[in-house]
């Protein structure tokens, strides 16, 4: 069982609606990150925040906001999403400092309608 | 830009043999080197990592060698089972960049009995 939680497991949204994805580890670590793995492309990293602070945005378009209350918890809001949106949201969390390996929930399948 | 390549999109291999999946990456400045394995419907698990001061790192019935000469990783699974199958990422870190990896597009293990 993995120390990383996704929830839900499956969403089917529309484009005008409003929803969250909700990532919780419990491994004690305080830096996470949102991935999006698409069919045949490399894990793509979308946001990173470490010590609660967003170190990183990759350039993701603002309809995805991310949110970090804590150490141990990670939201993603998503609003008026496209259907090339349409992926698996993989959250990771792992040490801040060092080199130190990710640990990956189970992600979260979206479907845009 | 950096990229992370393995060289061969699918290996099948006879259950018992050995498995050996390569990866080549572009950026002589990564210091730090992950291999996971992704089973369907299952988020990336970390298998084995290896840092740049290091050229060979052994885990349970798994090898990672590292050839920085040629930019070359590697991941040597003994006696593969059944439940190797999966599709296996290679991952690099650039050097002071924690945590944001760059994966490769990942190879397919089948594993035939």
């Known amino acids: 069982e993995t120390g990383v939680t996704q929830t839900p497991r499956h969403l089917v949204m529309g484009m005008t609606n409003k929803k969250s994805l909700k990532c919780e580890q419990h491994l004690g670590h305080n830096a996470m990150y949102w991935y999006k793995q698409s069919a045949k492309k490399p894990l793509e990293l979308m946001f990173v925040y470490s010590l609660e602070e967003r170190v990183e945005n990759n350039s993701v378009p603002s309809r995805f906001s991310p949110e970090c209350p804590n150490s141990s918890h990670l939201f993603l809001h998503l609003h008026t999403l496209q259907p090339e949106d349409s992926a698996l949201y993989l959250c990771?969390?792992?040490?801040?400092?060092?080199?130190?390996?990710?640990?990956f929930g189970n992600g979260t399948r979206l479907t845009v309608t | 830009g950096e990229s992370v390549g393995l060289h061969l999109p699918t290996l099948s291999v006879q259950e018992g043999d050995n498995s050996i999946i390569n990866c080549a990456y572009s950026?002589?400045?990564?210091?730090?080197f992950i291999w996971y394995k992704q089973e369907s419907g299952k988020g990336p698990q970390f298998i084995i990592d290896i840092r740049s001061n290091m050229d060979k790192r052994q885990g349970q019935r798994v090898t990672v060698l590292l050839n920085k000469t040629v930019k070359h990783l590697s991941l040597q699974i003994a006696a593969t089972q059944p439940g190797d199958s999966a599709v296996y990422f290679c991952?690099?870190?650039?050097?002071?960049?924690?945590?944001?990896?760059?994966f490769g597009q990942g190879t397919t293990l089948q594993v035939k009995p």
């Open positions: 990771a969390s792992s040490q801040a400092r060092g080199n130190s390996p990710l640990h």
């Open positions: 991952a690099e870190n650039l050097l002071g960049n924690t945590g944001k990896l760059i």
């Open positions: 950026n002589s400045a990564s210091d730090y």
